[in-house]
């Protein structure tokens, strides 16, 4: 801790000075999450309350695409994303380019994109889901086709839930993509009665054998109410580090992947965000006015 503790007196101070919120994703690392965040949670907690941010300042502690949505919902404001090289593999699987292309080769069939991708690949689309509410947005749009981006294992493990057909595109989380079903069936058999809970963005058989999927916060609010005495958590790993404490009951077993975009983001970046105003989002208005839609017609649904 005294390592992080110049840092954290920083960030307080400057959060006061420029009148400035942290925004921070659950993946976050402890010292960001419980130390300098005035907000944390999932993708789509993050954009439902950057929307009503009042402050002047926005520090997105997460990914690009987090940042920019934030500016979208609340343009006004002074989005700050603390590393522009956090990223998402998600995000660069697909260009607005492709979304075209597969609007000509689908054609009438509604492009509903999973908040991970870039502003222009927004733009491209008619909505936007997050995990949390991608088969609600699915089946909202009333249609019996939908193509769904880019997630090939989001969009398989909502089509195993729901009479939609749909067409997926190729896209994979470099962090879900590794865990396997072998690595379930070690887990149970080397500490038994484990709770298995795995984020949707795990291929259709990891899920299967879990015991529950969902978001980054239906995970956490999982082990809140069921209060299992041993879990496991097939994801980013800061996730069981940031809802451990809260659990002192719950055993955390720990084998998990690093997002290494989100590790890009630390407290020794976030003080230089606020220090310096960087680095700023900016969106070309045209294709912010686009892209804005398709967000806001998920928040409606
Ligand atoms: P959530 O919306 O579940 O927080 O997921 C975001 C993400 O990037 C998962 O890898
Ligand atoms: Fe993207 Fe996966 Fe990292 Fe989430 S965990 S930001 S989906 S690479």
Not at 183 to 199: F, K, M, N, S, Y
């Amino acid at each position: 801790w005294p390592v992080f503790a110049d840092d954290i007196d920083a960030i307080l101070e400057l959060k006061r000075q420029r009148n400035a919120v942290i925004l921070a994703h659950n993946y976050q690392t402890p010292e960001i999450f419980h130390c300098v965040a005035d907000i944390v949670g999932d993708s789509l907690a993050l954009a439902r309350k950057a929307m009503a941010v009042e402050a002047d300042v926005i520090v997105l502690a997460g990914v690009h695409f987090m940042a920019e949505t934030a500016k979208l919902l609340n343009p006004k404001k002074t989005v700050l994303i603390p590393d522009l090289k956090a990223g998402c593999s998600l995000a660069d699987s697909i260009t607005a380019a492709d979304v075209r292309l597969l609007r000509q080769r689908y054609p009438g069939v509604p492009v509903v994109t999973y908040v991970n991708t870039s502003v222009e690949v927004k733009a491209e689309s008619d909505i936007c889901c997050t995990s949390s509410n991608a088969k609600i947005l699915v089946e909202s749009l009333g249609v019996a086709r939908v193509i769904m981006l880019p997630d090939e294992y989001l969009a398989q493990n909502i089509a195993a839930q729901t009479d939609v057909e749909i067409i997926a595109w190729k896209g994979h989380c470099e962090v879900h993509e590794r865990f396997t079903p072998a690595d379930i069936r070690q887990l149970r058999e080397d500490h038994p009665g484990v709770t298995v809970l795995a984020h949707p963005e795990c291929p259709p058989d990891v899920v299967v054998e879990a015991d529950f999927s969902g978001s980054t916060a239906a995970m956490s609010d999982y082990v809140g109410s069921q209060k299992p005495p041993r879990v496991v958590l097939m994801t980013e790993c800061s996730m069981s580090d940031n809802i451990a404490v809260e659990h002192p009951d719950v055993e955390f077993i720990r084998p998990c992947n690093l997002c290494p975009h989100m590790k890009r983001i630390t407290l020794a970046n976030i003080h230089l965000a606020l220090e310096q105003n960087r680095h700023e989002v900016r969106i070309e208005p045209e294709i912010a006015a686009r892209a804005r839609l398709a967000v806001e017609r998920m928040l409606a649904v």
